[in-house]
């Protein structure tokens, strides 16, 4: 984990972190890709140590570029932590890159890049790249990310039947 320098909504900088985490799944880029655009997707890889319900409404089905969507946030599945934002800022089908700006009551800046790139053994390299600050709970909020980016990334593999 790095420390970086971010700009919350406001436009006042903070001091925050940066988590990154990597993995290989052994698929086509393509499928990753076609599954990532899939609200269900974010849905069932954040099970059990995170669970999403829409704010109001429906549960959307594909991410839109430029939409802000409203979540109840439930930490492990039951404790509930409020209101989650996420907002797709960009859906790069070229570099097979996704960029949101996402933010709830404990955590301000939560921005989330996701990185797909095929490997030359036919393989998918994936990263989750998130930049993030929660005041005097950084560091903690930065280690739970930690963790619950690789039990993402393990829930993928399940997802994928690899």
Not at 8 to 29: A, E, L, M, Q, S
Not at 115 to 138: F, M, P, R
Request: hydrophobic share 35%.
């Amino acid at each position: 984990m790095n420390t970086i320098q971010l700009t919350d909504r406001k436009g006042k900088v903070r001091i925050g972190k940066r988590v990154v985490i990597t993995t290989t799944f052994d698929c086509n880029i393509n499928e990753v890709w076609q599954r990532i655009q899939n609200v269900s997707t974010l849905v069932e890889i954040c099970k059990p140590m995170a669970r999403f319900t829409p704010h109001k409404g429906d549960m959307p089905i594909k991410w839109i570029i430029g939409k802000s969507y409203d979540f109840n946030l439930y930490f492990h599945c039951a404790l509930p932590m409020g209101k989650h934002t996420i907002m797709i800022e960009s859906m790069n089908e070229q570099t097979y890159e996704i960029q949101s700006r996402e933010y709830n009551t404990l955590v301000p800046i939560w921005n989330h890049l996701i990185k797909i790139q095929s490997s030359k053994d036919e393989k998918v390299n994936y990263t989750d790249e998130i930049d993030l600050y929660a005041g005097c709970l950084t560091n903690l909020v930065a280690w739970w990310t930690s963790l619950f980016y690789k039990h993402r990334q393990k829930r993928w593999k399940v997802i994928l039947g690899k």
